[in-house]
Every structure is written in C-alpha cells, then in structure tokens.
C-alpha cells in the first residue's frame, strides 16, 4: 500500500476542499458525492490506478468537481476548477477528451456500461489494464447498469471493478434500487463485497487488492453518507447545492489539508498524461463486384464486411440477438467469449441499449466497433448513440429491416421516424444505400471517419438494383442515378436505400424531363456546395422516403412519405397501401406540377 489510511484520510480531505472550491465559484454543482465519497475515488487513484494503463469512470457524472479535483491534485493536465460549469471551462458533467477522463457518461448508467466496454477493450487488446468505475445509486436503477452487468457477468470480465457509492438517497427521497442489489449483482457472475464504509481506507485497501486476484467481476458495496459533515448530511436535497454560500465556505477551509496536498504531489510527480486509444489501422477497400438484379442491401452489406474482414480490417463486431438478420455475422466472424477474447465478433444478447453503450467503451479503449439490430430498436440505443457523436466515438451501427416493408412483423417493427431521428443527432453520417456501389461507399465512410459515429441503414427486402453511373463521385452524399432524357429538366426525384428503385419506376411513368438523385448521406450533401446542390436539384423537386417526411422540405418542394405508423401484411402490400405506390406516386406529382 503506498499510502495508509491516515494518508488516504488527508488526501480525500484535500479533494473536497478542491472540488468545493469548484462548485463556489460556479455557484452550481452537486455537494452530496464530494462530501461522501471523495475517499473511495481517493483509495482508487492514490493507491490502484496506474496511469497511462488502467482506466477509471464516474459513472455518477453529477460527481464531477469530486474527479475534476481527483485529477488536479494527481497531475493530469486540467484546466483551472475556476472555471467549472462556465463557458469554455470544465463542463458540468466528465466529457471525453478532458485528460484523465476515460468517458463522457452523461445520463446515469451509460457510465457503468462504458466501464464494462474498456474492460473488455483490455481484454481484446491484451494491455493488462484495469478498469474501476464508481456509480451511485441512480445509476443501478437505470436499466442499462444492469444490461451491462449482466453482460460483463456472463463475459467474466476480471480486470473490472464497479465500487458503488450506496448512501441509500436520491434527489426524490429513498433510492428506488433492487430490494437486493448485491444479491441481484452476485447472481449475475460477479464476485461482491457488502458494507464496506466510506471511512474505512484499510479494509477498502485489502478489497481492491484482492480483486486483483479475482476470476469474476467484482462489485464492491461502499455504504457512504450524502453530504457527510454538512447541515443537510442525509437528507435527499444533499445531492445538489443546499446549502449557503457561509457553509460552503467552512466546509472548504475545514478540509483544506496541507498533508494530503503534500501526499497528492508525491503522487503526482510519477503521473503520466494518458495517451490517447483512438488510434486505429488502414482500412482495406476490397473489389465489390454483384451480379444479382433484385438483393437486399442487408445481404450486399454482409457480404462486403466478409470481404473487409477477409482483407484484414481490424474490426469487433456485434448485435443484440440479430447477427445473421442483420449482415452482422458473416463468414469471417468469429465469437469472443468469456476466456477466449482472440474473436472479432460479440453476441451482446438482447440489450440493445448495452450494446450501444459498451461500444462507446470499446471505442475510448481504442477498439473500432461495430454493432447490429433492427432500425426501429435504434430507439433503445438513442442516449448511447448521442454520446457516442458528442465525444466524437467513430463507431458504425447497422440498422436493419429499414422501412414498412418488413411487412408482416407489423407496426411495433415498422420504423417509420427513426430515420429521421437518427439524421437530427449532430455529428453523425447517416447513410442508406442504394446499391453494392453505395453499400462499399457507405462502409469506407464509415471505416475512414474517425471523429464521428455512423449509422448504415439497411433493408430486409429485396429490391431491383440501379446501377451507379461508372465514374461517379459519391463524395457529395448525392449524384444523379437516372439522368434526364431530355434538353431540360422538370423534375428532379430524390430518393435513399430501397426507395431509388420506386424514385426510377416514377420516373419512367412521368417522361423523360425527369431526373433521378440518389441521396446515400444526407449529412454530406448538406456540406457540399451551394453551386453543386443548385445544379443537382433541378426544376420541381419531390423527396420519396418509406418514413417521416418532415425533414425532406429542406430540398424538397413536396415529399412522398409516411406519417402515420404501419399495418400487418405482406411487405410489398403494406408499401403499396402506404403510399409507396410508382402509379399513384407518379398522378399525385403530375398534378402538383400543373
């Protein structure tokens, strides 16, 4: 042990004084996690954590100013705490890319699951890392905490320790957690500690050393008081700032501790800057060449993802329960499992939210994933998906099953928003491509974009192939599929995925004034030019897309979409009686166009 209780007792002391310091001049900030457990996030960084090697969460982002404070004193280069939650300064909540913060964990729970996708990053890249997170109570009410312990359970992810910070209150009053979270843990493979108090340094010491020598998981239960020492200590309203400016004052000047301070620059003097993960291989671009006139772009994906992982790409994939529906598990894949983690393939079972998550880990322990599932579950994933865009995670995410065509599953399985939700989440590619042509264009985007997530959208159904134009420059996110057959152009179609084919059907019914765009990626034709959107969209404009229609209006004078939510048939009869009908299109825009 480097340093003894008495020890780790100062050091915490000086977190609190540092953290409180933050929240003053914020005026803002949570007192309640500073003030109880700044002794554990102390024993952890002070005793266990070796810099540059293993990783720690705060999976109670609310404890911020606590871990901000955590990595001044130990060294890291962090900007001064005046500036917390101010413009430009430290933000209210851990956010990637600040030094010494491994994830930006945003709502509660994405943090214990980003813990378990850096532990297994370690595990597939062999470091010999470990990964500690710290989580509240809110955190293991959320459903994605127990997905991902679940998960990390059933994988025997050893080199992970979650130490929870049980003070039995949150902001509505008695924490509304499993009647037996140990039990509920311990049943899902893990090795449990119960009661380990917040003030006892030496036995919180032995614990974590000997999950060292664990084979499981270890979930460490560290009973703390909520804002211990302040006049609210105990009471829900500790969580936030309840207390006056006076006592904030005291408490700070009462913890300040010259010794700890001094035990903290000892540290510090051996702390190395993290190195950043994000560092990833070349991307191979294999030929891809397909014959067939009618196939899924499902089908075309998986086959080109063979083909990468057969060329070498260094990739982890995954799906929640859905692999082979999906194109996720290809011929190349092969399983990780607990004990064996040489694969490049994880069934994360149904836990779409999980999945998302623990990919976002993967991706801040510098492994380049990739996860599966029907488009319309993408819903599940949305809070992972957002941070994954905001902390700049290039991971990909295939959505399958993309339109009411899936047909006779029915509505609960018809994604008719989620396309256009996806497109609304900044810093983000959305592609849904057309063909084999946009499928490779699609995954080379993806694959060669290392500062923002993508999502490929892929369809279940077979539909009839139009061929890219030899030549062409995807580059835009747009191009023309089905030029005009005449002097001037009247009218320009622009359609996604599936729906390219019904936009030349149209086409073909109206005359030769028409001209087809595809549009794979909305988010880069936004970028391009002015002068090459100006050229591209000619004449009368109309958007076709199997979903919300909204969005189109930015480019479109009228859109054929759906707003309204699916039926039970058969896919092609559902299309046709939502609309997505080439005659009926093709009357409804010769009218508008009169």
Known sequence: MRFNASDLKNMSNAVRALALHAIYSAHSGHIGIVLGASGTITTVFANFLRPGLDRFVLS???????????????????????????????????????????ATTGPLGQG???????????????????????????????????????????????????????NGLSIDGVTQTAVDVPGMVRACGWRVVDNVSADDFDRLNRVLVDAKRSRYPVFVQVKSVLGAGASVAGKPVAHGLAIDSKELLNLMRQYVSGHGEACWSQLAAGTVKHASQKTYTLVPNPKFNVSDTEISTRELSAKYLDLLLDAGANLIGGSADLGKNTGAYVANSRDIVAGDFSGNYINYGVREHAMAAIMNGLSAGGVRAYGSTFLVFSDYMRPAIRVAAMSGFPVIYLFSHDSVAVGQDGPTHQPIEQLSALRLIPNMNVLRPANATEVAWSWQVALNDVVRPSAIILSRQKFLQIATPRGTDLGYGAYVIRPEKARRVRLTIIATGADVALALAVANKIGPSVRVVSMPCVELFRKSPMRFQKDLLRGYVVAIEAGASASWFEFADAVVGIDRFGLSGDGDAVYRELGMDADAIAVDICKKMK
């Open 112 to 166: 214990v699951a980003n813990a378990v996708g850096l532990a297994l990053a370690e595990k597939i890249r062999g470091t010999g890392g470990r990964v500690y997170c710290l989580c509240s109570d809110g955190d293991l009410t959320e459903g994605v905490a127990a997905e991902s312990i679940a998960f990390a359970g059933r994988m025997k992810l050893d080199n992970l320790v979650l130490l929870w910070d049980d």
């Open 60 to 102: 109670a982002g609310h404890g911020s100013a606590m871990l901000y404070a955590v990595l001044k004193l130990a060294g890291y280069d962090i900007p001064d705490l005046d500036s917390f939650r101010k413009i430009g300064g430290l933000p209210g909540h851990p956010e990637y890319g600040i030094d010494g913060v491994d």
